[in-house]
């Protein structure tokens, strides 16, 4: 078990694979979330790439800190953690929240910056109003009474059945986040726009989404990849808000056919 200090909060993470000179991805994720979520996409991509995984501040074992949070806040915890492990250049991988945080990390530090994989994400996501009535519902009855719809955007209903063993570890695994480590990303969500940011990427950019996403619908994140130069969009079948846990396969292969198809690739 691994933590860094970084402001106010101890940051939970994971390295595997990262001193072998291999590309390095660095994992960020969504909301109510904590890292195991990548486990199968690490399987799926094995020995080729170096990683580097934390959970949020507020998520997983990571501190709370002082919420709310900022998603300059996040990007920072991750900018901390990638020069603490001398790591100068990642594929950053972002999963919705993760993804506004992505974009936040190329607009603070573009010089750590490989390749953006920006997945279930937008420049922009939900409106003041949505957010606050989900902290303030939140912060009131907590996360339980949420589960439900927040499953129904997570998974398709082929994948949302009772005798599937991991989307229960799942409602377990968001039933979990501390309150208001999950409100603090929400303020952050509330109070991003990275249209201007998304305009001024310049490293190679997937934007990628489930074909069934609730939370950021493949209409959206193609609007995102309209504001990115270059950006390539792929939608992955049958699939929700994340294809990390419902469609690893199919989702890593497609960051695998992008990530080899760019001239500057190691693996
Ligand atoms: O998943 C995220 O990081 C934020 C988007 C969201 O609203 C997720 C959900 O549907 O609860």
């Known amino acids: 078990m691994k933590f860094l200090h970084v402001g106010d909060a101890a940051i939970h993470y994971r390295t595997a694979g990262i001193a072998q000179g291999k590309p390095v991805i660095a994992f960020i994720n969504s909301l109510g979330t904590d890292f195991r979520i990548w486990d199968a996409v690490m399987e799926a991509l094995g020995d080729d790439y170096g990683y580097v995984l934390h959970d949020k501040r507020g998520h997983g074992l ?12 996040h ?62 519902t939140i912060l009131a009855n907590g996360l339980s009474g949420m589960i439900d719809p927040i499953m129904e955007r997570w998974f398709t209903p082929p994948f949302r059945t009772a ?68 950006s390539v969009f792929v939608e992955i079948p049958g699939c929700g808000h994340i294809p990390c846990i419902e469609q690893p396969a199919a989702y890593s292969a497609a960051v695998r056919a992008f990530l080899t198809s760019l001239p500057e690739h190691r693996a």
Do not use: F
């Open 62 to 73: 990571s501190g709370t800190g002082t919420p709310p949070y900022s998603i300059d806040r």
């Open 163 to 230: 005798d599937n063993a991991l989307y229960a570890g799942c409602r377990t695994m968001l039933a979990r986040q501390p309150v208001d480590g999950y409100c603090g990303t929400c303020a952050a969500i509330r109070d991003a726009d990275y249209t201007e940011a998304a305009r001024r990427i310049a490293v190679p950019t997937l934007c990628v989404v489930g074909d069934q996403d609730g939370s950021t619908p493949p209409e959206l994140v193609r609007s995102l990849a309209g504001l990115i130069a270059g």
């Open 75 to 136: 990007a920072d915890d991750l900018i901390a953690l990638l020069d603490h492990l001398k790591i100068e250049k990642a594929i950053v991988w972002g999963l919705s929240v993760g993804g506004l945080i992505a974009q936040a990390v190329h607009d603070k530090r573009p010089g750590i910056v490989e390749a953006l994989i920006l997945s279930n994400t937008a420049h922009k996501i939900g409106t003041p109003d949505m957010w606050n009535t989900r902290i303030d």
